[in-house]
């Protein structure tokens, strides 16, 4: 999808005002820590004009920000939005609403397909009633009375270990019919599943690995522990792992150590701030920033191409996206979901 892009950026013609720009760079355009100007559009060809397919929050009946996206195996696409789960065949939107029409903050799905939700002091999964119909199956009422205000659901993981859905305070996991639940000393920063292996860091001490009991420090790990919004945590290669925060760039771990990974991206996510990332399947990442728009970054730290509300999204506020079973990217919005092919 990404080559896709790339081939139409080189075959671009401007031809009226309403004409998508498509603003592609490299490490270059970062010179001596600065921004280079915005590079102008190539020219282009209508028939190099890639197609982008904005869904507007009056099209899909729901609210504007959408935080999550996942895809089923029959192709469906299941969207957190702001007062639910928007769930979309190809040609019709449905609106699954959760209790108390919460926010469908974070979502996941397993091998078998079950969607699982991550909401305000409410976690459960998808499944079908009687009509055939999806709806929202609560796990609120396996948890502990005492440990049942854990606050928004911020990542919700699949693993072999079972689901966990982490909030501010509390990690949760559903395995074997259970919900067991554990409350660190420390708030968490963020965490992410790694090879099957759950990470997160936490406020004051770090980067860490959880056990399956306990969260136990890594080597290195405290120069996260102050770092905000490091709950982007994802593999680089080999046994690397890359770890991007809210507004001091990226971090990676080897095993040994946690070390600054400076990137030509720095300044943007300083400015910009950084919300998600995920690898694509050409191996670069692409970043969701919450002012600046979506960027594409190879493994070597350089900018590949940015695009934003001036090119082709419906806003510069990107809480996350997610690339389709036919390479197509979503973009889920401050006001409204996108498709780029």
């Excluded at 959408?66 to 089923?72: G, L, P, R």
């Excluded at 019919?177 to 790694?194: A, C, D, M, T």
């Amino acid at each position: 999808m990404i080559q896709k892009l790339m081939t139409c950026l080189r075959s671009m013609t401007i031809s009226r005002a309403a004409l998508l720009l498509l603003i592609c760079g490299s490490a270059s355009q970062f010179v001596g820590g600065q921004v280079a100007p915005r590079p102008q559009p190539a020219s282009r060809t209508e028939s190099g004009r890639p197609f982008i397919r904005n869904y507007s929050p009056r099209e899909y009946q729901a609210h504007g920000q959408n935080w999550a996206i996942v895809q089923d195996q029959r192709g469906v696409m299941y969207v957190g939005n702001s007062i639910g789960v928007l769930e979309y065949d190809g040609s019709t939107w449905r609106l699954i609403h959760l209790p108390k029409d919460n926010l469908g903050r974070s979502l996941a799905i397993d091998d078998n397909g079950r969607v699982y939700v991550g909401s305000a002091d409410a976690i459960g999964y998808l499944a079908p009633d009687l009509t055939g119909l999806n709806q929202f199956v609560s796990l609120v009422d396996k948890i502990p009375a005492e440990d049942r205000a854990f606050g928004d659901v911020n990542k919700t993981s699949v693993t072999s270990h079972g689901v966990y859905f982490q909030s501010p305070t509390h990690l949760l996991r559903w395995a074997n019919n259970q919900i067991r639940v554990w409350k660190p000393s420390e708030p968490f920063l963020g965490s992410g599943v790694v090879r099957d292996q759950l990470y997160a860091v936490l406020k004051g001490i770090g980067l860490t690995r959880f056990d399956g009991e306990n969260f136990v420090p890594v080597p290195g790990g405290s120069e996260l522990r102050d770092k905000g919004g490091a709950g982007n945590i994802l593999p680089l290669d080999g046994n690397r792992i890359l770890i991007g925060t809210r507004r001091e760039g990226f971090f990676i771990f080897d095993g040994n150590s946690v070390t600054p990974f400076p990137t030509a991206l720095d300044r943007f996510i300083r400015e910009k701030g950084l919300y998600h990332v995920r690898q694509m399947t050409d191996g670069n990442f692409a970043l969701a920033a919450t002012q600046g728009g979506l960027a594409i970054m190879d493994r070597l730290g350089n900018l590949v191409m940015l695009l934003d509300k001036e090119s082709v999204l419906p806003s510069n506020s990107i809480y996350y996206f997610f690339s389709d079973r036919k390479g197509a990217l979503w973009a889920g919005t401050e006001r409204g979901i996108s498709r780029i092919e």
